[in-house]
């Protein structure tokens, strides 16, 4: 039993204050112990050339994270065909987390675009993001190649029908520029699902909410694969403006604050970019996700930096940070 008084009155009021101050000023804890790893995947493009130094030492600095797979890019046209799937062998051959092949069928015949499937397969290869592709530049409806698959949809079957393929799709929180509507879209995506697709990841955004709300609508649009967020870190502002206008994506003017005057600042921006995409993933870890995909633009200091505030660890993970912290880029 209580033997002490009760608090009551402006002493009570006194107390509450006091211990509210307390709470608001105590130090945040370390988010990492709070909430369980995340799943995470990387996404990078083909280096120029095959054997490339750069390319190497980011596949051997973020596979040790343990990622369920690691993407490549493919040129809209088959214009990088040789280097993807190059870049493709590399991480099978040096790396222990799984590679997925990106593949658009824009400006291809069915024949040429499943010949690439079939090479993909040969190198062991099964894991696909099969994508329409962005029409040429200058153009902005899309036109079916005379032989060619309709969009993803038709992609999507038929390469399920080819084999044993683990199939993602892509997804846009903010609308695909080309939809009629956002109810369109989701329309759209879950016809791309329904073909044989086991997940869709997106486009990227800045607002928590972007994501939610969408995933939220997908939901009641009797969609139940999952939805992987696409994360973008920011680390050059005026080319992440120019990525955002070509695909629809609202930049908030916060975020142009934040990179106000550090143009010749590059290791502040990595710093202001790992804090605000942390800050963007843990906020989504908050409402249940608890899958990120990485498009790493090949910089793997600044994915590894945000993993590693997530909570992320690996085996050496100690050398790797001394490796990468040698190599922030001096502009
Ligand atoms: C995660 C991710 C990775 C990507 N990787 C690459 C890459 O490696 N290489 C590359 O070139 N591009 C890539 N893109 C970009 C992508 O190719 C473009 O966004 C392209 O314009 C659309 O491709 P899609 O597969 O979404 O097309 P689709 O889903 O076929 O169509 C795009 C949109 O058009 C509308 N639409 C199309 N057909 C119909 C229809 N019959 N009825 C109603 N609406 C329709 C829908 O709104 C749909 O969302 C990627 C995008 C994402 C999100």
Known sequence: MNS?????????????????????????????????????????????????????????????????????????????????????????????TPAMGHLTCIGASRDSVLEVVDSYAAAGINRILALRGDPPAGTTEFAAHADGFDGAVDLVAAIAGRGDFDLSVAAYPEKHPQARSAAADLDHLKRKLDAGARRAITQFFFEPDTFLSFRDRAAAAGISAPIIPGILPVMNLPRTLAMARQCGTAVPAWLGQLFQGLDDAPQIRQLVAATVTAELCTRLQDQGVHQFHFYTLNRPELTWSICHILGLRAAGSGNVAANLNQRIPAA
């Not at 000023?25 to 750069?54: C, K, N, Q, W």
Request: with cysteine; glycine share 8%; aromatic share 6%.
């Open 4 to 96: 002490k008084p009760a608090i009551t009155g402006d002493a009570l009021r006194a107390s509450v204050e006091e211990t509210a101050g307390r709470l608001a000023g105590r130090p945040r804890p370390a988010v990492a112990t709070l909430r369980s790893e995340p799943e995470i995947s990387f996404e990078f493009f083909p280096p120029a050339t095959t054997g490339d130094e750069h390319f190497r030492a980011t596949l051997e600095a973020l596979d040790p994270l343990g990622a369920d797979f690691m993407s490549v890019t493919y040129g809209a046209g088959g214009s990088s065909q040789e280097r993807t799937l190059a870049a493709l062998q590399a991480i099978n051959s040096r790396c222990q």
